[in-house]
């Protein structure tokens, strides 16, 4: 068997641009070595070299978080390089096709939605799950958005505390806080420790730009979920600002 590293190992899926890419600059900067996962090889590689350049002791992980076979793939990748896995920041996501108008939605958006943001998540944590197991300290960090917060999706100004309609991206991730909850009630009594994280309102492919804080800004609230204690909180939704409503 592969001797597990001595360095804290860190894998962040969808880490070639946004918010991803500034989550694996942030572990890298603790010294961690960070895998990129990417399912595009050109950007994949881009992103390794930037990093690299800048000092992060950064390697590609072929990932699409849809594709089984990939996700297997990654998880060898990841014990023959290097045995365990401490940390797994499952980010990557994609809105869907907008506008999402409830009545006018095509179905299929939806479904692609849900399968990446949330059933892509479980597919990664399932298939790392046994390299999780073997950290003395393993963490897994979900980023997920104050959209899904049912509590600001049914509160006085929901356009300004939980963004746009949208019913495939904003439940995906109500969904997704969903399942990180399920997942801390498994794993409470073990070692592992989750929780979903949301960055705030970023600018990033993901909306187009619009965002109003950094990319680097919203990778915060991961690299701090990332580093909780032993005994930090598990199956609960932080933001900068503490906890999100569910
Ligand atoms: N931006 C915001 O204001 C905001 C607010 C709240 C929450 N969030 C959440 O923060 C996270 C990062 O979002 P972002 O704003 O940085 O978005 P982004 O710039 O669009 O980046 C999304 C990343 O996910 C990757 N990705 C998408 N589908 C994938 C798949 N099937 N397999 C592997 N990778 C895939 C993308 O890869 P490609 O380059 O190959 O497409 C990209 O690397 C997401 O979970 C998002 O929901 C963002």
């Known amino acids: 068997m592969v001797p597990m590293s001595a360095r804290t190992i860190a ?7 946004g918010i991803g890419y500034e989550i694996a600059a942030g572990l890298g900067a603790l010294g961690w070595s960070v895998g990129v996962g990417a399912r595009d090889d050109q950007r994949r590689k881009a992103a390794v070299e930037r990093l690299c350049a800048a000092g992060v002791d950064a390697f ?41 108008e ?33 950290s003395a300290s393993p963490r897994i960090v979900n980023m997920s ?54 960055p705030g309102y970023v600018a990033t492919d993901l909306n187009g730009f619009r965002g109003v804080r950094t990319p680097e800004q919203g990778a915060a609230i991961a690299v701090k979920l990332a580093t909780l204690p032993d005994d930090g909180p598990t199956g609960k939704f932080f933001d900068d600002a503490g906890v999100v409503p569910w």
């Open 11 to 17: 894998l962040v899926t969808g880490a070639n641009k």
């Open 102 to 134: 409830p009545t006018r939605t095509d179905p299929a958006t939806i479904r692609t939605v849900v399968e990446t943001n949330v059933i892509g998540v479980i597919r990664v944590t399932n298939a790392m799950m046994p390299l999780l197991h073997r």
């Open 145 to 198: 958005s104050s959209v899904g917060s049912l509590t600001r999706q049914s509160g006085p100004d929901p356009e300004q505390t939980a963004g746009p309609v949208a019913v495939a991206y904003a439940p995906s991730k109500t969904f997704l806080n969903a399942v990180t909850l399920q997942y801390a009630r498994e794993l409470s009594g073990t070692k592992i420790l989750i929780n979903a994280g949301c």
């Open 60 to 100: 590609g992980v072929p990932l699409d978080v849809t594709d089984d076979s990939s996700v297997t793939a990654a998880a060898r990748l990841i014990e023959d390089q290097a045995g365990c896995l401490d940390v797994l920041v499952n980010n990557a996501a994609i809105a869907g096709v907008m506008p999402q």
